[in-house]
């Protein structure tokens, strides 16, 4: 982890909402039942990502039962693997959810850890939750750690930038403030990559809590 800093915390009123464009690209995926959808709206000053090994119960403010993750090993001809019985609203929205065995991400807009010394406060469809810290395994990102974990594309709402631009992955550099140094990640960089062109240049990656960006990880 990086030396922490104090970091702006982004905090739109509760229920905002960033201009989404093609919500297919926000549909990340399916699971028993449930769509898992992340957003262009940035909340809190991160994201914190949860390793989920035992029951979890995700909380309203007043302590109050929101939700409930449980894990379980199924064991089967292939051999042992992780299954999950989620019971949230048919539509999730949150950073990243991704619950299948072969990833098995759990990823939300978060406060500080640091704020709460009991309770981390994640953002869940739009609206403040609370998940108990005691033998909880996590781990946190500045908005500007998580960014530069990641592989970049550019959506029409980036200025300056040319269609052909908009197919490449980038790699981030150099943040300051709202703007970000970008360079493009050739072939051999991930599987996913179709086109390459060598490109680096600065752009504009959001306008106040609103991500001009998309994220995507090499899994």
């Not at 201009?19 to 769509?35: C, F, M, R, V, W």
């Not at 999950?84 to 619950?99: F, G, K």
């Not at 500080?112 to 395994?137: F, G, M």
């Not at 990559?193 to 998309?214: A, F, G, M, N, Q």
Request: net charge neutral; with cysteine.
């Amino acid at each position: 982890m990086n030396i922490r800093k104090k970091n702006k915390e982004l905090e739109p009123v509760v229920g905002a909402k960033c201009p989404e464009g093609d919500s297919s690209h926000l549909n990340i995926t399916a699971y028993k039942g449930i769509s898992f959808f992340t957003e262009n709206t940035m909340r809190g000053s991160g994201v914190v990502h949860l390793s989920i090994d035992q029951p979890i119960d995700i909380l309203n403010l007043d302590k109050t039962i929101y939700g409930r993750i449980v894990p379980s090993i199924v064991r089967g001809a292939d051999g042992e693997f992780t299954d999950y019985e989620i019971n949230l609203p048919e539509t999730v929205i949150a950073r990243q959810i991704i619950p299948h065995n072969e990833l098995r991400i759990f990823e939300f807009d978060a406060q500080s850890p640091d704020q709460d010394s009991t309770h981390l406060t994640v953002y869940i469809n739009r609206e403040r939750k609370l998940i108990l810290k005691k033998d909880l395994q996590y781990s946190f990102l500045s908005w500007n750690d998580y960014i530069k974990s990641a592989f970049v594309t550019l959506t029409a709402a980036v200025q300056n930038i040319s269609i052909a631009e908009r197919k490449y992955l980038y790699q981030i550099l150099e943040i300051k403030d709202d703007s970000i140094l970008i360079r493009s990640v050739p072939k051999s960089a991930c599987d996913y990559i179709e086109d390459y062109k060598p490109i680096s240049k600065w752009v504009k990656w959001r306008t106040d809590h609103c991500k001009l960006i998309e994220f995507n990880f090499c899994y």
